[in-house]
């Protein structure tokens, strides 16, 4: 038979729990990269143009439905999409990499227009029927598009919310992964791309992994930026900053708003007694403590459930270091610590003349009993 026993750890107080940063935007949003938690948001769910950003969902389609070493055709539409572009030619061919790349990277609209008549088989409205099966499949309620390249058009918007979903759908596959990471590069046609993203360029927040800048007149100066740092990744979402400047100054104190609620503690401990377990014959009881300890970054601020397991009784001989239970630390139902409970000393089986002096004593003790509540009986 096993013991569990259940406690609660209180995790430091944030250092950040002071109120988020003043920001001037549309939309804001701070989320837990990992769980989608949400630690600020504002105006979140209102329905707002999104420019470039539109591209994260272009991307998804595209690999989604085509390999990256295919080869594009430039046809169609393409080469006439102006605002920032790489200068595609008819009849010239790239592949879905490379355009994938232009897209992401230097938010190239003609590449987003060729990899969606790709995709299409010719027709990008096709593709962008698409974009939008694929929105109602994650749940996008607020989101709707019109072209794959985002620039300004009727009934083509998103929110924060749906933002924030669509980039952590988007960060799952390596080679997004591994495109909004880049700072520039160079693709077919000996082209060299200029990275949008500030933040990243410029290698001015430590940690930033991506994803996405937009800008257009009507969507005003937007990003959905994802940053990592000791195991924890942040999400900050800012829709209609006024200058390109002042994002990106709010996006940094956004992300480290959002790292403030978060910290490495200590949650096992080598020493301490955990738990104890009773040995047979003896009146002793075997003590169990962690094998090694253990920290975790966690939410800070917010209670951890410590669960020890251990067996009531423990089978003899037993030596030192022998793993015997469990100790697990909880946040909610994530499991964020995880170690082995050992026997902090030896201990021997039993002896014959151990067991008869045992039952001995116990016979002793039973007697000793009986006779208290007799005298108590009589008075």
């Known amino acids: 038979m096993s013991l569990l026993l259940v406690a609660c750890l209180a995790a430091p107080a944030a250092a950040a729990a002071q109120e988020p940063p003043s920001v001037r935007a549309h939309a804001v949003l701070v989320a837990d990269g990992a769980t989608g938690e949400i630690l600020f948001e504002q105006n979140a769910a209102r329905r707002l143009p999104i420019a470039s950003i539109t591209k994260i969902m272009t991307a998804l389609v595209t690999l989604e439905q085509a390999r990256p070493r295919e080869r594009v055709t430039v046809k169609g539409r393409a080469p006439s999409i102006g605002e920032s572009t790489i200068h595609l030619r008819v009849g010239e061919r790239m592949s879905v990499r490379d355009l994938l790349a232009a897209a992401l990277v230097q938010s190239a609209n003609d590449a987003a227009f060729a990899l969606a008549a790709h995709v299409g088989e010719g027709k990008v409205q096709r593709f962008v029927q698409l974009m939008n099966d694929r929105a109602r499949e994650l749940g996008l309620v607020d989101t709707h598009f019109v072209r794959p390249d985002g620039l300004d058009v009727p009934s083509h918007y998103s929110s924060a919310l749906d933002v924030l979903d669509l980039s952590r759908e988007a960060m799952k596959l390596p080679l997004f992964r591994r495109l909004v990471r880049l700072r520039g590069g160079t693709i077919a046609g000996r082209r060299s791309l200029y990275a949008w993203n500030d933040l990243l360029r410029t290698r001015s927040y430590p940690g930033l992994i991506g994803v996405k800048t937009g800008h257009t007149d009507a969507a005003g100066w937007s990003q959905v930026a994802a940053a ?37 503690v200590t949650l096992v401990r080598e020493g301490p007694v955990y738990a104890t377990a009773a040995m047979p014959f003896s009146d002793e009881r ?94």
């Open 286 to 379: 075997l003590q169990l403590v962690a094998e090694r300890p253990a920290g975790a970054v966690v939410r800070l601020g917010r209670p951890l459930i410590e669960r020890v397991i251990a067996p009531a009784v423990v089978d003899l001989p037993v030596e030192e270091g022998d793993r015997v239970g469990e100790i697990v630390v909880l946040d909610g139902r994530h499991v964020v610590s995880r170690r082995v409970l050992v026997a902090a000393h030896a201990a021997d089986d039993a002896s014959v003349g151990d067991k008869v002096g045992w039952y001995a004593g116990r016979a002793l003790d039973e007697a000793g009993e009986m006779l208290d509540s007799v005298f108590e009986a009589l008075g």
């Open 228 to 264: 990592k740092r000791d195991g924890v990744t942040i999400y900050a979402v800012l829709l209609g900053s006024p200058t390109r400047a002042k994002r990106n100054r709010d996006l940094a104190e956004l992300l480290d708003w959002g790292f403030g609620h978060y910290g490495r």
